[in-house]
């Protein structure tokens, strides 16, 4: 328990850097990676069942109960360790001057490991304390951090709970000077600790949720590829969310990304100020893609409603200048205002209907999914 309400203070700690001061003398060591690594690895298990018990009494006062019970399987790997490396020397560096250090950020991660998925990232370092630590002390609060970051993981993204598999990378950077704390004392000790949480990427999958085999995977990662999407769960980004719909904010973004329109400001009533898609809408309507959502006074947009069928073939005709032409689709009628968008459409081969092997109707009044849209877009040349 002694090693455990060590640990909170230095999670609680790790949160709180104080305002710069000048710099003082430091030195700044990197602990061994592989060491560290096996000294972890050898004392997860121990942490585990001391956190499983220390939580049998929790008080629902004090919020949610960790599940420390049912953590997914996750094992160290330090194939990420060098980035994590540099990071907390960056980190120390700052720390013992007493400034902010920063976050480690997923895009940074995923630029220096583009195999893999970065999911869950944590940083910290522990202040207040006057005797040097050894390396036992801090073998064991990384082992407590790497169990708090999955526990917290899960609780923030429970969809990563199932992600096989799981690993976690370390790094930690000790302090050893004088370093500012919040009564203007100094301590002689300190250090500074990353810890990430990642996956593989399998090969041919840009997402986690369109793997090899997903009737939508060379759709999606043409699309990731030519910038037009990043994903749909930022700041990793490690999902497409290829069944939800598309409303028509999204719609805009993904055309305005498509046809790398210049942002403009959007005159619609009912699109925010604060909205991400606001400069996105305007460029659509600058290009006369959109005219708006309520003929004929056109003042609104109807951001959060969802893209039809039928419209996203307006949409695109209007995008890619097609030339009207008449539909053969069963089920789209004659005084349907998308008709000749639609017919536009399978011309050009963008669209062949939605009732394979025979094809012959259109359903103009389907929802898109952001899958659909995925092969929409790249079909129409839209995601080189």
């Known amino acids: 328990m002694k090693r455990l309400l060590t640990t909170f203070v230095a999670a609680a700690l790790a949160v709180v850097w104080f305002p710069a001061s000048p710099a003082r003398a430091a030195d700044i060591e990197l602990v061994d990676s592989n060491e560290l690594a096996a000294c972890v690895s050898e004392r997860i298990p121990a942490v585990i069942d001391e956190l499983i018990d220390s939580t049998k009494d929790w008080d629902p006062e004090w919020g949610r109960r960790p599940d420390y019970q049912n953590l997914p399987a996750f094992s160290i790997n330090q194939a990420h360790a060098s980035a994590l490396a540099e990071y907390v020397e960056r980190h120390a560096e700052l720390a013992a001057e007493g400034a902010y250090p920063g976050e480690l950020r997923h895009e940074e991660m995923r630029s220096r490991y583009p195999d893999a998925h970065s999911l869950y990232i944590d940083s910290g370092g522990l202040s207040g304390n006057h ?3 050894t390396f036992d002390d801090l073998c064991w609060s990384t082992a407590y951090g790497v169990v708090f970051a999955i526990e917290w993981m899960v609780e923030d993204y429970p969809e990563f709970s199932s992600v096989r598999p799981l690993y976690v990378s370390v790094a930690l950077a000790t302090i050893d000077g004088a370093v500012p704390t919040w009564d203007d004392k100094s301590i002689r000790f300190s250090f500074a600790e990353a810890i990430e949480v990642w996956t593989p990427k399998k090969a041919g999958a840009e997402f986690l949720d369109t793997p090899p085999g997903h009737v939508f995977v060379d759709d999606v990662n043409a699309l990731a590829a030519s910038g037009v999407t990043k994903g749909c769960n930022p700041p990793q980004n490690t999902h497409f969310c290829p069944e939800d719909k598309v409303t028509r904010a999204q719609m805009a973004t993904f055309l305005t990304r498509a046809l790398a329109l210049e942002p403009a400001e959007s005159d619609f009533v009912d699109v925010l100020f604060d909205s991400p898609h606001i400069d996105d809408i305007g460029a659509l309507a600058a290009a006369g ?11 609104r947009f109807c951001p959060d409603d969802y893209v039809t069928r039928a419209q996203m073939a307006t949409f695109l005709a209007r995008a890619m200048k097609l030339t009207p032409a008449a539909s053969d689709f069963g089920d789209v009628d004659a005084d349907n205002p998308h ?6 459409l399978a011309a050009a081969g963008i669209t062949k209907g939605c009732n394979p092997p025979k094809n012959d109707r259109f359903c103009p009044d389907d929802y898109v999914s952001r899958g659909q849209m995925a092969a929409f877009l790249v079909r129409a040349g839209l995601a080189d």
């Open 131 to 133: 005797e040097r630590l």
């Open 289 to 299: 893609i959109t005219k708006g959502c309520n003929p004929p006074k056109n003042d």
């Open 339 to 344: 008709r000749d968008d639609i017919g536009a």
